[in-house]
Nanobody, 127 residues
Framework: EVQLQASGGGLVQAGESLRLSCAASGFTFDGHAVGWFRQAPGKEREGVSCINTSDGRTLYADSVKGRFTISSDNAENTVYLQMNNLKPEDTAVYYC????????????????????WGQGTLVTVSS
């Protein structure tokens, strides 16, 4: 059974940093795409960042460019999201997803794509 565990969230003040981790069991990230998505209260889920673990290509939402960095450790089967200079508008539950690049792009483009989302990790940024 494929399971993704997102962790590392917490309560921080604006300007501070957090590092989220997405660890997989029953699935190997290597060769697949892994992405971070978030859902703020009352809003739809949105893509934050994705990485192709095979070639390192990345994708970032405009709202996080220059502040967030996604990376993968294939040996540890973990993908990280380093979040710097956090803003109150970054407050959300963050989820990770993994699979073929085409799936991650569909998840990025629409909320109509079915996917079994894990529990997520809550990031709260106070002003």
């Amino acid at each position: 059974e494929v399971q993704l565990q997102a962790s590392g969230g917490g309560l921080v003040q604006a300007g501070e940093s957090l590092r989220l981790s997405c660890a997989a069991s029953g699935f190997t990230f290597d060769g697949h795409a892994v992405g971070w998505f978030r859902q703020a209260p009352g809003k739809e889920r949105e893509g934050v960042s994705c990485i192709n673990t095979s070639d390192g290509r990345t994708l970032y939402a405009d709202s996080v460019k220059g502040r967030f960095t996604i990376s993968s450790d294939n040996a540890e089967n973990t993908v990280y999201l380093q979040m710097n200079n956090l803003k109150p508008e970054d407050t959300a539950v963050y989820y990770c997803a993994a699979g073929p690049r085409s799936l991650l792009l569909r998840l990025w483009a629409t909320n109509e794509q079915e996917y079994s989302w894990g529990q997520g990790t809550l990031v709260t940024v106070s002003s």
